[in-house]
């Protein structure tokens, strides 16, 4: 069975109540468990932190075991270039998410510091990116 950790950035934990015009009404939470009954052949794990480094420390726990990532880093994305660093250092495959179109937003936004080291990039589908993702290491 593959092991997939989802891990998302800062102000994640708030989806289904931030901006809900931009981000949707349903928390992450219930999605999640959407995709583990839709995929029961995938352990399939959650990790969520507004703290930049405890999202390099999961990176640098599970980079080296698990089959994939995929991650959303929020505005660390567009900021972190110690988050890349830690994506490009560990062998597992990772997949950038985001639920916006991150280009149809402010010009801030349209920069990646992960894009360069990642497997792949989805944006602008809603909770359905992460299921895109998913399905890139499943297919």
Do not use: W
Not at 71 to 94: C, I, Q
């Amino acid at each position: 069975m593959k092991k997939i950790m989802i891990i998302n950035g800062p102000n994640l934990n708030l989806l289904g109540k931030r901006e809900p015009e931009v981000y949707g009404s349903q928390t992450f939470e219930d999605y999640l468990a959407v995709l583990q009954t839709r995929y029961p052949e995938v352990a399939l794990h959650y990790f969520q932190s507004n703290s930049e480094g405890e999202l390099i420390d999961k990176i640098h726990e599970i980079g080296f075991t698990y089959d994939g990532i995929i991650l959303n880093a929020g505005g660390y994305t567009h900021t972190s270039v110690a988050l890349a660093d830690a994506v490009k250092a560990v062998p597992t495959s990772v997949v950038e998410v985001h639920i916006s179109n991150t280009f149809a937003r402010e010009a801030f936004r349209h920069h990646s510091y992960l894009s360069p080291v990642v497997k792949g990039c989805i944006v602008g589908f809603g909770m359905k990116s992460y299921e895109l993702a998913l399905q890139s290491f499943i297919s």
